[in-house]
């Protein structure tokens, strides 16, 4: 009797099982490496909480993202650069990508593609946001049907302002677009969290989060795209020299939602230096799904952070993720690290560490994040740039796996790549995309490539 074919990433079953695509089909050498065990932070008032969690780092030469079929191009258009790709997933299954696509220095476009529950693409390329004014940094989010929301920075001048549109899951427009934000200061970089729970009557409802001026600000929005409420956040934080910005917001299937926030104090000091420099602190705030606060974490500060992401789960939980410079007393030498926690629904910081430590060559910035929504597994991405400027080392998109069994291995995914997006679906299916920064035979330019993955 013959043995059943086993299923693959998406539960079909077929010839070959869950392929591992080799190093040699990669076109831009992705292979996976070993990193060296994480250290961890030593008490401090002002840093992460001691764990005894030490992550087991599996080898992983010539490992490769598991897919189903080869890396894959997002973008149609391939006139101009293509760049800054973000990534929602619904529970459902479906996915979608946004990303900005240039039409000069000065003028870019967000366009999107969707995906089916099989990895199938859905349609052709979506036009979100055109016109002669700048359109960039997109972020996304859907519902369990599959419809979805954008949000964008439109630059024009020397100033910005936050847009958004509302999309079927056929992916039509639905409605004009939103003016979230349009201000005479400056508003930009722009992230947005949404009620992903089937057949909850305030399913699509979104919060966007975005830095104005100096400060940050949050807009609650029904799913119908109306405004409900609108705060700033962190405020009271710092002092008239310190700047609050690089939101990042996340909502559960519950309504709750987190917002994450980094306090830049340019007069202020680390605690291994007591010489003034900029002290950066990384916060998150919690809200009931009525935009009534809840209560205010502080992660972490150091001297530098360098990115900050943030997810939740369908129960509640958060997870965050952020890079840091970091200078041991003991050790001397400045190390980069890119540090992760669990945040639990009401509030309590159950679980922080290092899940790569950098040697002074490179840097890790653009940090994404998303979580599984059922239990602890995550996924992280992140850019990885030299240290040294100018240098002839190459950017390269990282990715770190967090299962749900407690090990952590990471894989790099090879030169010429930056700018990652990434987030997770049902039966642990995660949509990872990325830019190359060469020409290939796919795309002239700067492209959009994907990659679903798998939690197992």
Do not use: C
Not at 2 to 29: C, K, V, W, Y
Not at 238 to 266: H, K, L, Q, Y
Request: charged share 20%; net charge positive; glycine share 12%.
């Amino acid at each position: 009797m013959q043995p059943l074919p086993r299923r693959d990433l998406f539960g079909h079953r077929g010839e070959n099982p869950i392929a591992m695509i080799p190093s040699s089909t990669d076109p831009f050498g992705g292979k996976g490496i070993a990193m060296n065990p994480p250290r961890l932070f030593s008490n401090s008032s002002d840093r992460l909480p001691r764990t005894r969690f030490r992550p087991r780092i599996e080898g992983l030469d010539d490992r490769s993202i598991p897919a189903v079929g080869a890396l894959f191009h997002v973008n149609t258009t391939v006139v101009g650069d293509q760049a800054n790709s973000a990534v929602a997933f619904s529970s459902g299954g479906r996915s979608v990508v946004v990303w900005q696509s240039a039409v000069s220095a000065t003028d870019h476009n967000i366009y999107g593609q969707m995906y089916s529950a099989t990895g199938a693409k859905l349609g052709s390329q979506i036009s979100i946001a055109t016109g002669v004014r700048n359109q960039i940094n997109p972020a996304v989010a859907m519902d369990s049907k599959g419809n979805f929301t954008a949000v964008w920075e439109e630059r024009y001048l020397d100033r910005g302002n936050i847009r958004a549109r509302r999309f079927s899951n056929a992916g039509g427009g639905i409605g004009a677009v939103i003016e979230v934000a349009n201000t005479t200061l400056d508003e930009k970089a722009p992230s947005i969290g949404m009620i992903d729970k089937a057949n909850a009557v305030n399913e699509g409802q979104f919060v966007v989060s975005y830095t104005v001026g100096t400060g940050v600000r949050t807009d609650m929005f029904s799913k119908f795209g109306f405004r409900i409420k609108r705060f700033d956040v962190g405020a009271s934080l710092g002092d008239a020299n310190s700047t609050r910005g690089e939101s990042t917001a996340a909502r559960s299937a519950d309504g709750s939602f987190m917002i994450g926030f980094i306090v830049r104090d340019p007069d202020g000091t680390t605690w291994w230096d007591s010489t003034p420099t900029e002290l950066t602190s990384v916060y998150v705030d919690r809200y009931r799904a009525d935009g009534t606060f809840l209560s205010r974490l502080k992660l972490g500060s150091g001297k530098i952070i360098f990115g900050y992401a943030l997810t939740m789960d369908a129960q509640g939980h958060g997870r965050y993720a952020f890079s840091q410079e970091y200078l041991d007393a003991i050790d001397g030498p400045i190390a980069d690290v890119v540090v992760t926690g669990r945040i639990d629904k009401l509030g309590k910081l159950i679980e922080a560490k290092e899940v790569w430590v950098g040697n002074g060559t490179w840097i890790p910035r653009d940090i994404q994040i998303a979580s599984n929504p059922t239990d602890k597994g995550f996924v992280i991405s992140f850019t990885q740039t030299a240290a040294a400027i100018p240098s002839t080392l190459k950017d390269r998109v990282i990715l770190i796996e967090g299962l749900p069994n407690g090990l952590v291995r990471t894989s790099d995914l090879g030169a010429n790549h930056n700018q990652s997006g990434i987030a997770i679906g049902p039966k642990n299916i995660y949509l990872l995309t990325y830019t190359t920064t060469v020409s290939t035979a796919a795309d002239p330019k700067k492209g959009i490539f994907g990659r679903f993955g798998r939690l197992a």
